[in-house]
């Protein structure tokens, strides 16, 4: 790859509440400058901008001239960060989170920009929950018909998905569905402005679109959900783009906006979760790669196609062209950790963290690292956020069992980091036992930081942890799609092993530790199953419900 040396690739990932550039360099993934646009409307969630109207809760959108602003200043920043020469840019890929999407008019203008009064004319980020009776109905309705569909999704589909959330603009703001063109992932969208051209990632399509063997659901099917709601597959992509593949030419006024050369590659779309794989050079079969932060994603190609329970999805090509791509979840992981440590820990802690110079969580954690398993005498279950992944129910809660008069704040920290390594063992053996193997645990993102909170997991798995090397994994693997769309490599596994970084092994499972753990781990499945089923926690919710009116 000499020829490459000195060519670079631009890697753009576009999260909740910020844009990160980064600029790769084609030879060897070597990161050279990196820049990040917080968007100025963040998570749009109390009003619209520039407007008097109110949002319902669970609703979470977001404004498409932040996502152009990432094009505008944090791609040239990080090329003046990096210190090359523009000229020397060949491709620039991205990624998004999903399911973030719009309706746009047929020449891809948003619609918010005709109606911004109009809450269902703005892009809807994948954590807007206010379609969940949608989905509900979605799901009931393809149960009932036995749509083959369906078990793809591991039995249910998501209330943030692309058909609940189109069902919810229909049935509350029709003259904005009639409106539509254009029903598109963010994912696509900010690729057909940079390229001047439409398309339609595989991934989104197929993990967001329920785009399976081929096809959307049947008008059928969905003329039985709402008869207005029949023609809707015709507003979404028809032909679909292979990741890695070219999706178009930067544009002269993309070329502007973002001071590289016009002409150079633009890679397909695709999801942040997804491209961390090729970042971690984890796209072969049974490389299970865990984005682990404030959620879990868990993404792992394989050549088996299999039913899993409670997975996300499957997809073919999902992840890499030629093998199907599975996805599952834990919904709540870093987040429980906070939760904790703002209304878990007595004033006392946090002073003596900040005397220590320590956040209350390295503080927390520092404690709980002098125990011994199963000291603490707790089991908890790690539902805070509901769970994702295998019990796909939003509805459950989080469970602390075995608290005494002693108990201490390390002793729960300690368990709930536990019960998200418990957690994520569920879903390894789910995969295992519904028949796709599981050869390699690859952790990334934000928790990497935690070496404990890895350590536990490897114990708890009683498997060896592989690491990502690179703390931004989602830019990188953007920069990676970017050079394989631009020819410098043949495809992503190529490209991912000469740009990619991972270090196998990085933290082994401790034999004792780990048969400790397995003694734990039996009364985590008992819990599970006992408030798995939701009989008390949905009555509790229930009850909660109507005590707030
Ligand atoms: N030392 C720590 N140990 C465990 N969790 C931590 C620690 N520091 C921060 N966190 C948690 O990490 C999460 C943020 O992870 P990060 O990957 O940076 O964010 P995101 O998932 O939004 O990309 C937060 O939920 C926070 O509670
Ligand atoms: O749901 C997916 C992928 O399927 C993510 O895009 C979504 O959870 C957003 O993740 P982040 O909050 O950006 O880590």
Redesign the pocket.
Known sequence: MSANSDSYVIGVDF???SGRAVVVRVSDGAELGTAVHEYTHRVIEDRLPGTDVRLAPDWALQSPHDWLDVLRTAVPEAVAAAGIDPARVIGLGTDFTACTVLPARADGTPLCEETPERPHAWPKLWKHHAAQAHADRINALAAERGETWLPRYGGKISSEWQFAKALQVLEEDPEVYARTDRWIEAADWIVWQLTGVETRNVCTAGYKGIFQDGGYPSAGFLTALNPGFAGFTAKLGQELSPLGGLAGRLTAQAAGWTGLPEGIAIAVGNVDAHVTSAAADAVRPGQMVA?????TCHVMPSDQLAEVPGMCGVVRDGIVPGLWGYEAGQSG??????WF?DNGVPASYTRAAEERGL?V??YL?ELAAAQRVGEHGLVALDWHNGNRSVLVDHNLSGVIVGQTLSTRPEDVYRAL?EATAFGARMIVETFEKAGVPVEEFVAA???L??RF?MQIYADVLRRPLSVIGSDQGPALGSAIHAAVAAGAYADIQQAAAAMGTRRDDAYLPDEARADAYDRLYAEYRTLHDYFGDGRMLHTLRAIRNEANG
């Open positions: 999260g909740t509440l984005i682990m932060g404030t959620s992981v870093g987040d429980i950790f906070a440590v956040s969580h390295a954690t980091i993102g934000g928790l930081k935690n909170l």
